[in-house]
């Protein structure tokens, strides 16, 4: 089972800023996930929520705002992490990608879209690398958009009963659907697909998860993880 950082290492460091993911790969992650939006002059950045009000103070819609006065109000609060460098740090240290694409959002389909495109362009290096992209979202739509890219797509939900309406290679349940039904893992393997969970970070959660067999869980402590497994 591998370990991807759920938006960084969280636990210890701001979400989704490049000290968080450089602090992923001392503490040992298989790879990153995080989530993506774009900005008023659709550059694609790192940020979990439409409004960056929860995290920093500031009041501040993310699609409204262009990435100069992002970069400029936050820098104190939440430095603003460009995808392309995400991108960069997963290339150079060999980190597999989980890239959530948020929805609903005034743009549409344009963030798959602009994600696709910036993608393909350094198809090179990140084949040369060895990592795995996989693009992820909780939208139906937005999960066919992905199919189509040629990208791994994973659809994620919250209700099991939507795990019904997937198309994709691979399926993303919440950690509580994993709890309550122990069998969900196995059901989907026997249908040849491969398994992402979120978020886990209780050690008895991850410990569980590999055993069932699930093929990555997102975790805001990589190191708490990988020494609840017993890995070196």
Known sequence: MQI????GASA???ESTLAAY???????????ECDIRLTKDAQIICFHDS???????????????????????????????LFSLLLDLAIKHKKHLAIETKHPVPTGGLIEDLLHQLLKSRADEIKASGINI???????????RNIKSGFEAVYLFAEKLMVNLNTAGVVGPSL?????????VAQQKGKGRRVFVWTVNDPVD????????????????????????GYS
């Open 134 to 144: 996989s693009i992820m979202s909780f939208s139906w739509l937005a999960t066919q």
């Open 51 to 81: 409004n960056t009000k929860a995290l920093t103070g500031i009041d501040l819609e993310i699609a409204e705002s262009d990435f100069q006065t992002l970069e400029s109000k936050l820098k104190d609060k939440q430095p603003v992490l």
């Open 206 to 229: 991850v410990i569980m998860c590999a055993k069932l067999g699930v093929d990555v869980i997102m975790s805001d402590n990589p190191a708490q993880a990988r020494k609840a497994l």
């Open 12 to 14: 210890d460091f701001p």
């Open 176 to 184: 509580q659907i994993i709890r309550n039904n122990n069998d969900f």
């Open 22 to 32: 450089e602090a992923a790969i001392l503490q040992g992650a298989d790879g990153f």
């Open 4 to 7: 991807y950082a759920h938006r």
